[in-house]
């Protein structure tokens, strides 16, 4: 190792690390970056089932194509069999095409992603951060050392060395060396649950259920005392994993838990003749053929502090119904990355600021999942009470009314809904083409042409209270957070109309605060010479959104 202290060292090297240390070597490549990794990989991992918009987030790492050449199985959507009704319903990835404002991204696909195998998959990503100069030492525990104020003093690694890293990121999974330690980890009370898997050689699929070993889905199957997934990692190869409350499991006395999966597999009508000629097998040098987790549900109160935060697993865990829990590592590491590179350049001085941002969003992910986690297990009786609930959920910051559920839950599951709230700020509330000006605003002020003025004597009065205040959000391509005023409106009950909150480049903001009572161009005309210049093409579309929003209104003069 250099004899420089790094930047930042990461304790971890799993997707939630490699992503961080991946995208911070990208995009500050002189920052020095170590990752400590305790185990040898390759290593058995659960967590095999991804949604879309995770190629997203490959795709900026620079290692979408690493993966798409690995020739893992690839995954083309979900199919649920929940609660009395047993007919199959799906998902499809490629459905994400038809909601609004929705385009395939540059250099990735999105109408499919896929199962891994993750102690390949784990492998190729910590190898990508290596090629990309971060320092990788492995096998290396690493132990986080405090003063006797609590504040991290250094960071003593197993070799004996004590590095004093500018920022430690705990990317340590469930392990949460951070959390543990200070004591911030609480449990979900209202889902106490205990996972049982297992994996099976010579296991085959359903067209119906799981899709082709060319184009599968996830199954996910409910059965009296809980629910089974049913994924296929490799050729032959499925992983069965059975999830149940552990009252359930108490409730069976003394049986083991090698019994109560199964008997729940083979209770499950549905996958009893895809298994008949299956084994169970012990995979990935695991040195056991079944597998616990329990209490697995559970958030952290204190996500970073001075010099130090929290990532992926770490940071919290969801249920795993959706899928989303290498997509949470994935978005958590790349939202760190980019508010590290941004600390590190030295181009904000609000370094609070930054880390709220992170929090809040990292927060908003866990409580829009955990919120149709508790959807399913209440066990209703139609698919439409979770489409509703995703509509609820997402309505606020980032779909317009006008989408249905089944498109809301769509978006969710895949996670297309949640993870980039400036663009869909824009897209719910303005259309696609405002925000390809909003971008350049925040990431290349000055490139916009102006046009004729309009909406000539239109006089704006605001609807309701509203204020703003600086935040920052992340531009994906760029590698940091730029400034923004996040406008939040007074009175808005549970029931309005209005979006939570919106993220507007600056001139925005205060063109909408001189508009009460003027019209378009007298409001233009408080703005600097260059804002309203690069603001004046807007204000059709602009207005517009303010307008069917209900937040203005107009009249003649």
Not at 38 to 44: G, L
Not at 157 to 185: C, E, F, W
Not at 315 to 331: K, M, N, R, W
């Amino acid at each position: 190792m250099s004899t420089l202290e790094p930047d930042v060292l990461i304790i971890g090297g799993g997707p939630a690390g490699t992503s961080v240390a991946s995208l911070v070597k990208k995009y500050t490549p002189s920052a020095r970056v170590v990752v400590c990794e305790q185990e040898e990989y390759p290593r058995h991992h659960i967590g095999e089932s991804f949604v879309a918009d995770i190629n997203r987030l490959l795709a900026d790492m620079d290692v979408y194509e690493k993966v798409k050449k690995a020739g893992f199985i690839r995954k083309r959507g979900s199919t649920f069999i929940w609660g009395h009704d047993r007919t199959p319903w799906t998902i499809e990835f490629s459905d994400l095409g038809a909601l609004p404002g929705y385009s395939d991204g540059v250099g990735y696909d999105s109408s499919y992603t896929w199962h891994v195998e993750r102690h390949r998959y784990d492998k190729i990503l910590l190898d990508h951060a290596r090629e990309l100069g971060a320092e990788v030492l492995q096998p290396t525990s690493a132990e986080v050392l405090f003063d006797a104020r609590d504040e991290i003093q250094g960071v003593k690694l197993s070799d004996g060395r004590v590095l004093h890293p500018r920022y430690v990121i705990d990317a340590t999974g469930q392990h949460n060396q951070l959390s543990r330690r200070m004591k911030t980890r609480e449990y979900d009370p209202e889902l106490r649950n205990i996972a049982i898997y297992g994996y099976y050689e010579g296991a085959e699929l359903d067209p119906d259920i799981s899709g082709t070993w060319e184009d599968s889905r996830i199954a996910v199957i409910t059965v009296p005392e809980g629910w089974i997934w049913y994924i296929p990692v490799a050729p032959g190869l499925l992983s069965v994993g059975v999830v149940t409350s552990h009252d359930a499991l108490k409730r069976r006395g003394d049986v083991s838990v090698r019994e109560y999966h199964e008997s729940a597999v083979q209770g499950c009508a549905e996958l009893v003749p895809l298994l008949k000629n299956a084994k169970r097998i012990d995979y990935a040098g695991s040195n056991t053929d079944i597998h616990t987790i329990k209490d697995y549900c559970y958030s952290v109160s204190k996500l970073y502090g001075r010099g130090w935060a929290l990532c992926g697993d770490a940071s919290g865990f969801v249920d795993p119904i959706l899928s989303i829990g290498c997509y949470l590592a994935h978005s958590g590491g790349s939202r760190l990355a980019y508010t590290l590179n941004t600390l590190l350049s030295g181009e904000t001085a609000d370094e609070d600021l930054c880390w709220r941002s992170y929090e809040e969003q990292l927060r908003y992910s866990f409580q829009a999942f955990r919120r149709m986690t508790y959807m399913f297990y209440a066990f209703n009786d139609g698919k439409e009470s979770w489409w509703w609930e995703a509509k609820k959920i997402l309505r606020e910051r980032a779909l317009p009314q006008s989408v249905d559920g089944q498109s809301a839950f769509l978006a969710l599951a895949t996670g297309y809904g949640i993870n980039r709230p400036v663009t869909h700020e824009a897209i719910s509330d303005f259309g696609v083409n405002i925000f390809d000006d909003f971008k350049k605003h925040l990431v290349a002020p000055g490139t916009i042409k102006a046009r004729a003025d309009v909406a000539p004597g239109r006089v704006f009065r605001k609807t309701t209270g509203f204020h703003s205040e600086p935040w920052v959000v992340p531009i994906q391509g760029t590698g940091r957070l730029h400034p923004v005023a996040r406008v939040t409106f007074d009175g808005r009950g549970e029931d309005s109309d209005l979006p939570a909150r919106l993220f507007l480049p600056g001139p925005h903001a205060r063109f909408v605060d001189a508009l009460h009572g003027r019209t378009a161009e007298q409001a233009l005309a408080q703005l600097g010479r260059d804002d309203a210049e690069r603001l004046r093409q807007q204000v059709p579309s602009f207005l517009s959104g303010l307008v069917n929003l209900g937040v203005l209104s107009s009249s003649s003069v």
